[in-house]
């Protein structure tokens, strides 16, 4: 990650998956589209997730869709045309899915097309992929310059982020970096939830954020206000610190399972090792 | 024996299939299919190289050929030909093709259908040196070493020896075509199943194992695991 402004024309396309449905991804990407762009980067976040469309619900955009990401790729609207600007944020834009076709309604060389359009006028360009690994996970994929891989600290989850950055790293799209969502403090200490470093050891990836399980993410996402702009919120914080690593601002981690030898860890790695 | 037929070998990541270029199409694909059924377990998942030499395939009979391996969950990733025709089928079913010009091994071909001996110098294997995620699954005819990790939902499998210089939590076969005398090794051995020959055992549930290298090995007709030191 490197500090230096980037240029016009140089946006970063980050894409966000998970393989598992339902572990944040979506959250993920509202909330670190608007850390961004309240740091003051020029963003898009683009929901590649067609025919199950959320990211406009919890950016709270829903109602303003008149054109979305299929008509753009089948030529009935300009790019422009279907970016929504933010309420709050004048440099940030969501292009949503289009909620009544399928995955098959684009191909990868599609997103990349439409990305292309995009990096010349902003910072950072974010993919909210959809669960799986078929075609709509490829979509997703494909135009990225780097991949962040959500899961929650249980068996399942990892297993299919585990399954995910083999296809990532096939693609040759580099391992990714792991954000870790919903992590219980309480239930880590008894032993009863995998721990970051239990899901560390088995996935080997950098870890760029651990987000606590915070219940002001579910009243936020219905109300489309993303939790990170609620000073209050642990989870929001989080989000916060993890779009600042993004940007390559070396932030330390929030002391969540009161364990200082996981922090070492996580700073270790992001000294490089 | 006449000519072989086919002969199979275990490669980098899947397995290089050479069939006969005199023989009849027919008793060839006959005798591969019969290979296969007969040891599901070993081929179930693997990527196929196929080698058809100077033999004309054409599409019909290369589609045919896909099918057969596609049936039985096998993808044929690769076709290598010296045939013009052959590789111009196999452009029309969008496979990736190539001449014949790798460094193959003429002399031990025949090898491959005896069983595997591990003392034997010469007895192939791979090394892998990553970490296989989930989902990944490596097939030899030989020894399997892998550098790194095989994590849950994994699978490695092999006619001779398994050594894994990491963490073992996926699935292992070694002695897949029936070699008891296989081993499996690891540095922290806490496999989702691991089957040796026809023996198969899950790891003991239970918390924190003291993690050190082990061997798993056949004795008395089970399955054991003991430390090496």
């Known amino acids: 990650m490197e500090n230096e402004e980037r240029s016009r024309g140089d946006a970063r396309v980050i894409t966000v998956s998970s393989g598992k449905g339902g572990v944040g991804k979506t959250t993920a990407t509202a909330n670190l589209g608007i850390s961004l762009a309240s740091l003051g980067k020029r963003v898009v976040v683009i929901d590649a997730d067609i025919g199950l469309r959320n990211l406009d619900i919890i950016m709270g955009l829903e109602n303003r869709i008149v054109y979305d990401l299929v008509d753009v790729v089948e030529g009935r609207s300009k790019l422009r045309q279907a970016m929504i600007k933010h309420k709050k944020f004048d440099d940030l834009f969501l292009i949503p899915a289009a909620q009544t076709r399928d995955k098959m309604a684009i191909s990868p060389e599609d997103m990349v097309r439409v990305t292309d359009e995009l990096r010349e006028d902003f910072d ?5 992929s959809p669960a799986g690994i078929e075609r709509g ?11 962040l891989i959500v899961t929650n600290p249980e068996v399942s989850a990892v297993r299919d982020a585990d399954r995910i950055v083999g296809l990532i790293e096939a693609a040759e799209k580099g391992p990714g970096k792991l954000i870790i969502n919903r992590l219980k403090t309480e239930l880590v200490r008894k032993g009863e939830m995998l721990s970051s470093d239990d899901v560390y050891d088995i996935l080997g990836l950098a870890i760029i954020g651990i987000i606590p399980e915070d219940e002001m993410v579910l009243s936020a996402s219905n109300s489309g206000i993303p939790v990170t702009l609620n000073m209050n919120s642990q989870a929001g914080m989080a989000f916060g610190n993890v779009a600042r690593r993004i940007m390559g601002e070396d932030v330390p981690f929030m002391n969540l399972d009161g364990n200082p030898g996981i922090l070492r860890r996580f700073l270790r790695l992001f000294d490089g090792r | 024996m006449p000519e072989e037929l086919i002969a199979i070998k275990g490669i980098n990541d899947g397995l290089l299939i050479s069939l006969s270029t005199t023989e009849k199409w027919q008793s060839v694909t006959d005798e591969l299919a019969k290979r296969i059924d007969d040891k599901r377990a070993f081929y179930s998942g693997a990527a196929i190289v196929v080698e058809l030499g100077a033999r004309p395939v054409p599409k019909y009979e290369l589609s045919s050929l896909k099918a057969l391996l596609e049936r ?3 993808s044929l990733s690769l076709v290598r030909s010296d045939s013009d025709t052959t590789r111009q089928s196999a452009r029309s079913l969008n496979l990736t093709t190539s001449e014949n010009g790798l460094p193959a091994e003429p002399a031990r071909r025949h090898a491959e259908t005896n069983p595997v001996n591990p003392e034997e110098t010469g007895t192939r294997g791979v090394i892998f040196r990553r970490t296989l995620r989930s989902g990944r699954t490596i097939h030899s005819e ?12 994994a699978k490695v499998i092999a006619a001779g020896d398994v050594v894994v210089w990491g963490k073992l939590r996926g699935t292992v076969h070694a002695g897949a075509l029936g070699d008891e005398s296989a081993v499996v090794c690891a540095l922290d051995m806490n496999p989702n199943q691991l089957r040796i020959a026809s023996y198969i055992v899950t790891s003991p549930p239970g918390k924190r194992r003291k993690i050190l290298p082990e061997v798993a090995s056949i004795r008395d007709n089970q399955i054991v695991v003991e430390a090496r030191d």
């Open chain 2, 142 to 153: 030989g020894h399997v070493v892998v550098f790194g990790d095989v994590n849950p939902g």
């Open chain 2, 72 to 74: 039985r969950g096998l």
């Open chain 1, 124 to 128: 950072y360009i974010l993919i909210d």
């Open chain 1, 137 to 147: 996970f490829r979509n997703a994929l494909e135009p990225a310059d780097e991949v």
